[in-house]
């Protein structure tokens, strides 16, 4: 456009009479003019096609998607591999550790092998869905984790016969099998040479590739967004822009072909100045001049009968805008000619001035186009784009509102006949930036590019040459599309670090499972240390509480007789005093040696279970019985909620101790007048026991210390209570044995809430009768 390059290009096109342009830095900012032809030789290169442009851009969004599509799929399955090779060694991993920690463990017919897997595991085991099974001599499995009820069975039962992992064990590795259920699972086995025995790890494959389909799904999620946003991308380039530009190609085309046959006016109404544009002058046989003329020498070639003044006064007196009027004027010859005047009137600016712009013609002419012309000239005005149109002699012919707002140019500048530096020299133009050609056809008569100006807009201008050796040009705002393929291409930057970066995770993971099986080693070592001083711990601990029961005994019960006064009165008051002391404390030093007894059987892995279906709302109602003695003196309310029966599998005296325990701590804690409530409910084959009150309660930091052998959390209220720290390290043990498991949750003031979880069917294969003990 001649005038969308700024500043810069004020004496770049003059004309054919203007000299030629000699600066190379002048050439590259200059858009548009009359001497189109000297600037394309002086350029000499070609300008890229829009239309080739338009078809490329849909094969550019086609060919991305493809690199994207295929590049998912590479990364897809290669992650699917990685998370699958990773499963399968920390399945073996885990095997392993199972298997090095059972070679420790005495695992005769008489055993509790339920209790040896349930130590032996590693932390996270069962975790994924995973299954380990342990099974004799025979291939019948004699326990299992996560303990769940199920049929008695062995390994081929589940496994199937035609698997080679029960033959070779750790030398067939890993497998990908179909169980008998089937189950599509990886397997792998480990033999236990001490005892001929075997442990088997289990786990579904979907299991396994949980992690890597949402990774995939979020990944195809993410595909397929940033296809929707390039198609919609390219939708709007290739419907919006093109149908943009041919449109203002072929209004350019009719604008240029009707107005270079018009004559033009521009008549300032205020001060009687009219300048006819160079068909007027030969539509009347006169030379043409670009000198403006007064109205009275136009008042002298006008019929008499016609009085086109009194016509503009009137327009001026009733407000009107639009103007059109046939009239006479005389001829160079002598003849008249009809001449029919049609336009608007207008007011500058500045002063506020009345202004005339119309085109004339013959009236013949405008018999047949009158509609024609006028939608013309309302779509010149109405397009959201800067339009100008020049003559062959450099002069401006006509140009929208657009046009003049865009430069800031005033109404007194842009008349028609107004010369190219004049409107140049009274326009602010904004000056360009960078200039893309985007039409490779070497055509001296047109030429198509996009200029970036400097506050930072894009505009796409279209130049074209009129019949008549002038110019039209028709610049389009395309800043929005520009933003959109920058956010594009900054989108396919962030994807294709992502990727590197997804790359380099994956490296660092295989660098972390290599350290993850040198510390597997370095804590099986460490961990058979730590066993062996425990069990030595163990045995002493249980071999000095039986010697001290047998003494402890006779303490209790001598006191108990000097209490009760059987062979007599003691002859002191302060005697029977120091009985009674002596009973409770004896009483006191038991409970404590009972509770090192059964941690120590626990701990050693001596403790078993005598499973049977038991009444759990029967076991807390009776330890709700035997505290209630002890809430009663204290005002402390007890109750129970859920339902009256609630059956599970379980060892009655181990549930009966690890509610009493929990009951105990309860009413022990709690201040005068409080409360303790029990509620039981049933869910998902589990059964949960809430045990709440509201008593001192812990620290959010001193939890995790309960539930440790001989830990307490001391605080002024806690002092005043005896007890070993036991207690409640028993109750998560027995808890566990089970296969359910104990939560603390509490807040300091307001009270604890204890929730014992256990599952409702156990297995049957641990119900031996307990070990005796002294």
């Known amino acids: 456009m001649r005038q969308f390059s700024g500043s810069v290009q004020e004496n770049t096109f003059k004309g054919d009479r203007m000299s030629r342009i000699n600066s190379a830095q002048e050439r590259s900012f200059a858009i548009a003019g009359p001497d189109w032809r000297e600037v394309s030789a002086t350029l000499g290169h070609r300008l890229p096609k829009a239309k080739q442009l338009r078809r490329a851009v849909p094969v550019l969004i086609a060919v991305f998607a493809a690199f994207a599509a295929v590049g998912l799929v590479t990364q897809t399955v290669q ?3 990685a998370v699958f090779a990773s499963a399968e060694e920390r399945l073996a991993l885990m095997a392993d550790l199972t298997a090095l920690r059972l070679k420790e463990q ?9 209790s040896a897997l349930a130590s032996s595991l590693p932390k996270g085991a069962t975790e994924d869905e995973r299954i380990a099974l342990l099974a004799g001599v025979d291939g019948n499995i004699q326990a299992r984790a996560p303990l769940v009820a199920s049929e008695p069975g062995s390994l081929l039962s589940i496994l199937g016969p035609q698997q080679p992992l029960t033959t070779f064990g750790a030398e067939a590795g890993v497998l990908r099998i179909t169980l008998t259920d089937d189950t599509d699972a990886i397997v792998t086995v480990r033999d236990l040479p001490q005892t001929s025995a075997q442990v088997a790890f289990i786990q579904p494959v979907r299991a396994a590739l949980a992690g890597w389909r949402r990774d995939a799904s979020l990944e195809i999620t993410l595909l397929i967004c940033t296809g929707l946003v390039l198609a919609l991308l390219g939708g709007g380039l290739w419907y919006l822009a093109p149908s943009e530009a041919r449109k203002h190609e072929g209004l350019a085309g009719q604008l240029t072909e009707a107005l270079s046959s018009c004559a033009v006016w521009r008549w300032n109404l205020a001060r009687g ?23 009275r020498a136009i008042m002298q070639a006008l019929h008499p009968d016609d009085d086109l003044r009194g016509e503009i006064d009137r327009h001026l007196r009733d407000g009107e805008t639009h103007f059109d009027r046939s009239f006479r004027l005389r001829h160079a010859d002598g003849h008249w000619v009809n001449v029919r005047l049609r336009g608007h009137i207008t007011r500058d600016n500045e002063n506020q001035e009345p202004y005339l712009t119309a085109i004339a013609g013959a ?4 018999a047949g186009s009158a509609d024609a012309n006028a939608r013309l000239r309302d779509a010149v005005e109405t397009i959201s784009e800067a339009f100008v149109l020049w003559d062959n002699q450099n002069r401006l012919l006509m140009c929208n509102s657009k046009y003049q707002q865009f430069h800031g140019l005033p109404d007194g500048v842009i008349r028609p006949g107004s010369a190219y530096e004049e ?10 930036r960078k200039r893309i050609t985007v039409d490779s056809k070497n055509d001296d008569d047109s030429r198509t590019y996009e200029a970036q100006l400097e506050d930072g807009r894009w505009l796409h201008i279209n130049e074209r040459r009129t019949k008549d050796g002038g110019y039209v040009s028709v610049g389009t705002d395309i800043t929005v599309l520009k933003e959109s393929q920058q956010r594009l291409a900054e989108s396919e930057q962030q994807l294709r670090a992502s990727v590197t970066e997804l790359r380099l995770s994956r490296r660092e993971l295989e660098q972390q499972k290599q350290q993850l099986v040198d510390l597997a080693e370095k804590y099986a070592l460490e961990k058979n240390r730590a066993e062996a001083a425990n069990r030595a711990k163990s045995e002493f601990l249980a071999n000095i509480s039986h010697e001290l029961r047998t003494p402890l005994n006779a303490v209790i019960g001598f006191s108990e007789v000097m209490q009760q006064a059987l062979f007599g009165p003691l002859g002191h008051a302060k005697y029977q005093e120091y009985a009674r002391d002596i009973h409770e404390s004896g009483a006191y030093l038991l409970e404590v040696i009972n509770d090192i007894l059964d941690m120590s059987k626990i701990e050693a892995g001596r403790m078993t279970l005598d499973i049977d279906t038991v009444d759990v709302a029967d076991i807390v109602e009776d330890s709700m019985k035997v505290v209630g003695q002890a809430a009663a003196e204290r005002d402390i309310a007890l109750s129970r909620h859920g339902p009256s029966r609630l059956m599970l599998e379980a060892d009655r005296r181990a549930l009966k101790q690890v509610f009493l325990n929990l009951l105990s701590n309860a009413v022990k804690f709690t201040r005068d007048g409080g409360s303790v409530d029990v509620h039981l409910s049933r869910t998902r084959g589990l059964v949960r026991i809430a045990i709440k009150d509201t008593g001192i309660g812990i620290p959010e930091t001193d939890i995790t210390k309960l539930g440790r052998p001989f830990e307490q959390v001391e605080n002024q209220f806690s002092k005043s209570h005896q007890g070993s720290g036991l207690g409640l390290a028993i109750s998560r043990a027995l808890v566990e044995l089970h296969g359910g498991s104990l939560r603390i949750a509490s807040r300091e003031g307001q009270g604890t809430t204890v929730t014992c979880t256990l599952p409702v069917k156990a297995a049957r294969d641990q119900s031996e009768p307990e070990a005796a003990t002294a």
């Not at 009236?363 to 405008?366: H, V």
């Not at 409107?423 to 360009?432: E, G, L, M, N, T």
């Open 106 to 114: 005495p695992l005769t017919p008489d055993s509790n092998w339920q």
């Open 423 to 432: 409107v140049i020299a009274s326009a602010s133009d904004p000056v360009i």
């Open 273 to 295: 100045h009219v300048h006819w544009s160079a068909p007027m002058y030969r539509l009347l046989g006169r030379a043409p001049s670009d000198d403006t003329m007064a109205f």
């Open 363 to 366: 009236d013949q002419d405008f």
């Open 79 to 81: 992650s699917r591999h």
